[in-house]
């Protein structure tokens, strides 16, 4: 219930924080320009603000999400239906368009990019963190094996660990990030 509060001001960093970025991947992947992107993102947020006393919240649907899904989708109608009518029509407008136009089905092109850039984001911020809270070396030790899939003997030779050493940081350091994205996942209610 935290958003419905206007003066709550440090859930609504929270929430720029944590949407902000995922909701301009979004729309920037849909073709559009930074300057435009970021326009559709500001208006996106404020009319988060004016309707989030609306909202009827039911966690197990995901209808924060939804919701946020169905207003950026929204807007970007909105936008390229503009640019159908102005002269700077392009082929891209129009697919975008009818991609837009399409029924909210969680299998459409549209809904599947948008969980998938929520999936994104969700990783992002629970590796960030992790890392804030973990041992320099353990970290490594986790980055160097499942990031950048080198070897556990790389590792341990550039880190000078053991490799059982190594392979006990990026199991402490996996599970801390399963538990992190499971606690992003819950915290997602609270904004409304």
Known sequence: MRLRDANDYEAWE???RDYGPMLY?????R???DADAADIVQDVFRRVGMAIGKLEYDKEKGGFRAWLFTITRNR????????KRSAGN???????L??????????NELAEQWELEHLRSLAASAMKRV????????WSAFRITAVEGRSAADAAEELSMSTGAIYVAKSRVTARLRAEIKKLQQDEGDFV
């Open 14 to 16: 929270d929430f720029l």
């Open 25 to 29: 991947r979004f729309v920037r992947s």
């Open 31 to 33: 073709g559009l320009q």
């Open 76 to 83: 970007l109608y909105t936008y390229f239906e503009k640019q």
């Open 90 to 96: 392009t082929a891209n407008d129009t697919a975008q």
């Open 98 to 107: 009818e991609l837009l136009s399409q029924a909210a089905d969680e299998r």
């Open 131 to 138: 890392e804030e809270n973990s041992d320099p070396k353990t």
